[in-house]
């Protein structure tokens, strides 16, 4: 299981990840990590924004990071895959 | 017109744009800025990695941002579409 504090964006509307970020907040973390693969990636900006925008206005984006990853797409293959994570801060 | 060092990224093949940031390095901008709006984000994502990779190991990525931009989608209608910026730079 990932860390509490990790949101990992998928394939479901947009609102579900902002709400599991503003949950994660609000259960007492104080940083919550957005993470995304691929296609994903806009979601995860538009659950950043989103989140700071209408829920907490407060909570800043402290750190975007991007990087490349190697997936496997059949035995002996691979293929990258551009990866971005956002931490998103309430500062104290 | 943008300015020199700005690339925007649209619909085109991913290699387009990677090679218009390539070409401005090496017509001497130190520093590049490769800006997206909505689903054009993921692209301009590996944009800067693939640059980054293949072409110019040396090139860091110094900035993200993010944000919101308001766009007209009739007479007197709007949407919000996330918008992001990646500066990257050659240090001397």
Do not use: C, W
């Not at 990590?33 to 907490?56: E, H, M, N, Y």
């Amino acid at each position: 299981m990932p860390p509490d504090n990790v949101v990992f964006i998928g394939k479901k509307p947009t609102m579900n990840y902002v709400l599991a970020v503003v949950t994660q907040f609000n259960s007492g973390n104080q940083s919550v990590s957005i993470k995304a693969r691929g296609k994903a990636i806009v979601r995860a900006v538009d659950v950043a924004l989103i989140t700071q925008r209408r829920f907490l206005q407060n909570a800043v984006i402290e750190d975007i990071k991007i990087s490349t990853e190697e997936v496997a797409i059949g035995e002996d293959e691979h293929t990258n895959v551009s990866s971005m994570e956002i931490v998103m801060t309430i500062p104290e």
